[in-house]
């Protein structure tokens, strides 16, 4: 088998198995797979004969697993082949693609020991184990006090002052109720946004990457409200439509859930992350890397739980800051802007803190949404999500959550470092593909 194949089995594999089906155009059909924009053909581990039941199952992630199911596609699809493939690959390939490769081999390799746990057949996998696979760093719990005391002060400069936590929480309660965004005008309010990232995205990143990615629509997206969805919203970059020259349209998806409740500010950080210059900016510009041979096939199957995760995350919560072409949330224009930025910041550090809390020291659902929503100061409704669906899941609780907040104080660091044309081409693959843990190894290297 080559390359290409291992990593498509290992990754579409782990996905079928959790329950994912990469080709849905929905969130809600999607799981730990990303992305599959390339023009290769499905491979076996998508195709096979018990893969579509275990998909419509639910797979390992289901409330009542189907077992034999489970097994049928175990049996016919050999993952631990797949992930030993990648592996051996990895380290036959060296270089910084092959230590890419090598950690998303870690990455898949607990994901699948994860699965077997589920039903039965392995071990406890540790949690340690679990944020070191999609990090790189061990766990530990989060620090929200700096941020709480600026947005304290911000929030008392607008007109609500606060003087200890329950009336901190009050005041951003009120703040978030007088600036509320309307979601049944959230896809005129969605085009206005994407407008504004784009054109500040046109001044401050265009300039620093290859001139051959001025061509790449940077948010070629389209909002979608859905009602009663489990997750606040999901980016599906989608990036299969063809122009009849059949070069790619790099389209996207965002459904919003229609009962989450969002301040504007904290949109506008919704914005630059999700869509540009975040994960779909992100996104866009690896599928153009892809299609003209400048990273390899792996770059088209971009995958949850990773450490390239990890720092998609990370670029995508420093999105804002690249827009404007600043480092620093203090040097945004405006304050309702960095109150906004500082509360998505700590909501990122809750879901760090809810997988600390949930899997590290076993404190209970309830307990924990009380510490994100008094020390993190979310809404009700993100403590209910991130302590329970979210924190609960046994892998997005074990690996996921603790990426963003990682990610981020990577990016950061880095863009404080280093000066713009040498750190942007790198967090956006323009030297190659690269994660939280080797992205380190280009930005060091002397030119």
């Known amino acids: ?13 782990i996905d079928t198995l959790w329950g994912g089906d990469v080709m849905c155009p929905s969130g809600t059909g999607r799981f730990i797979a990303d992305s599959w924009f390339s023009d290769e053909p499905l491979p076996h581990a998508y195709t096979a004969s018990s893969a579509q039941k275990v998909r419509e199952t639910g797979g390992v992630g289901a409330k009542q697993i189907d077992r034999v199911t489970i097994a049928a596609y175990l049996k016919e699809v050999d993952m631990p082949a797949a992930i030993e493939g990648l592996k051996r690959e990895a380290l036959k390939i060296g270089g910084l693609r092959g230590k890419y490769l090598a950690g998303l081999s870690v990455s ?93 995205s046109e001044q401050h990143l265009k300039q620093y990457l290859p001139k051959e990615l001025a061509v790449v629509p940077r948010a070629n997206i389209d909002f979608l409200p859905i009602k009663d969805a489990w997750f606040s919203g999901s980016m599906n970059y989608v990036g299969r439509a063809r122009n009849q020259d059949g070069s790619p349209q790099y389209e996207a998806t965002y459904e919003i859930n229609a009962s ?10 919704l914005i630059s992350h999700e869509v540009v210059p975040g994960h779909v900016t992100t996104f866009a510009y690896l599928q153009n890397l892809a299609l003209r041979g400048l990273v390899g096939f792996e770059g088209t199957v971009l995958t949850m739980n990773t450490r390239a995760a990890a720092l998609f995350e990370g670029i995508a ?63 009700l409704e993100r403590a209910d999500k991130l302590s329970g669906a979210w924190g609960r899941h046994p892998l997005l609780g074990r690996m996921y959550l603790p990426a963003y907040r990682t990610g981020t104080d990577k990016v950061a660091e880095w863009r404080r470092k280093y000066a713009p044309e040498k750190v942007l081409p790198v967090l956006y693959g323009c030297r190659g593909l690269v994660d939280v843990c080797t992205a380190e190894e280009l930005l060091e290297a002397k030119e």
């Not at 088998?1 to 594999?13: C, E, K, P, R």
């Not at 340690?128 to 941020?147: F, I, N, W, Y």
Request: with cysteine.
């Open 317 to 379: 919560n420093n999105a804002i800051l690249i827009a404007h072409g600043v480092t620093e949330l203090d040097q945004l224009p405006d304050e309702d802007m960095q109150i906004g930025a500082l509360l998505a910041l700590l909501q990122d550090d809750a879901k760090n803190q809810s997988s600390y809390l949930t899997w590290g020291q076993g404190m209970p659902q309830p307990e924990v949404a009380k510490v994100l929503r008094n020390d993190f100061l979310v809404s």
């Open 1 to 13: 088998m080559s390359l290409n194949q291992f990593v498509a089995d290992a990754i579409l594999g």
């Open 108 to 200: 898949v390799q607990v994901m699948f020991d994860l699965a077997l746990e589920m039903i039965g057949e392995g071990e406890k996998v540790e949690y340690e184990r679990c944020v070191l696979a999609s990090t790189g760093r061990k766990p530990e719990p989060s620090a929200p006090q700096a941020k709480r005391e600026r947005v304290a002060e911000l929030l008392a400069r607008a007109g609500h002052p606060s003087h200890d936590a329950a009336s901190l929480l009050e005041a951003v309660d009120a703040w978030r109720a007088a600036r509320v965004t309307p979601m049944a005008s959230v896809r005129t309010l969605s085009s206005a946004v994407i407008a504004y990232f784009d054109q500040h």
């Open 260 to 269: 989450l409740q969002i301040s504007v500010p904290e949109f506008y950080q």
